[in-house]
């Protein structure tokens, strides 16, 4: 996915999108992904981890999508450092479930804002397709990710469910909204 050009949009959000690269997750931006990650996982109810993840978590998790074929992904800029990332995992162990997977994107908090979520959501759903899955299914806490919601609806992605109460983080009882798209 290394040569995987984003999608120019309006504005200043432009300029930083087109000045990222989409490329595959690599064994050295691992450090990069998890301290994003933990940055929710402090700030944030967009995870309902409550724990910090270490660094054998996301190797881990690199070796299973590797193993499985599924698509793991980061956005960086001009001079390599990680600002987001993105990976499709499968939605159930069951094989059953093998053409299915949840998607998640996470972007370093001074990338918000700047297309990069619409770049890896694009190039995530080019490479989910190519790797054979049918379905992809968001998983987002909905009074925490409204952007997140608005940007996988502009992508065809349409509600398909809504369970209430069913996490409780920083002392809030929260929600989960699945958005579906079939590929």
């Known amino acids: 996915m290394s040569d995987t050009p984003t999608v120019p949009q309006p504005g200043a959000a432009a300029d930083?999108?087109?000045a990222a690269r989409i490329r595959p997750a690599a064994v050295e931006d691992l450090?990069?992904?998890?301290?994003?990650?933990?940055?929710y996982v402090r700030t944030s109810t967009v995870t309902f981890d409550e724990e910090e993840t270490d660094l054998a978590v996301w190797e881990h998790k690199q070796e299973l999508l590797a193993t499985t074929?599924?698509?793991?992904?980061?956005?960086?800029?001009a001079g390599g450092a990680v600002l987001g990332f993105a990976y499709a995992q499968h939605w159930r162990a069951k094989s059953a479930y093998r053409f299915s997977a949840e998607n998640t994107i996470y972007l370093s908090p001074d990338a918000a804002g700047r297309g990069l979520g619409k770049a890896l959501l694009e190039a995530l759903l080019d490479a989910s397709a190519k790797a054979g899955l049918h379905e992809l299914i968001?998983?987002?806490?909905?009074?925490?990710?409204?952007a997140s919601i608005a940007l996988h609806r502009r992508y065809g992605f349409v509600d398909a469910g809504h369970l209430?109460?069913?996490?409780?983080?920083?002392?809030?009882?929260?929600?989960?909204?699945?958005?579906?798209?079939?590929?």
Request: aromatic share 8%; charged share 20%; glycine share 8%.
């Open 31 to 39: 450090a990069a992904i998890r301290d994003i990650y933990n940055h």
């Open 69 to 77: 074929g599924l698509p793991f992904l980061v956005a960086e800029d």
């Open 138 to 146: 968001a998983v987002i806490e909905p009074t925490a990710a409204a």
């Open 16 to 18: 930083a999108a087109q």
């Open 164 to 183: 209430k109460g069913v996490g409780v983080k920083f002392g809030r009882t929260l929600d989960v909204l699945f958005l579906q798209k079939s590929l």
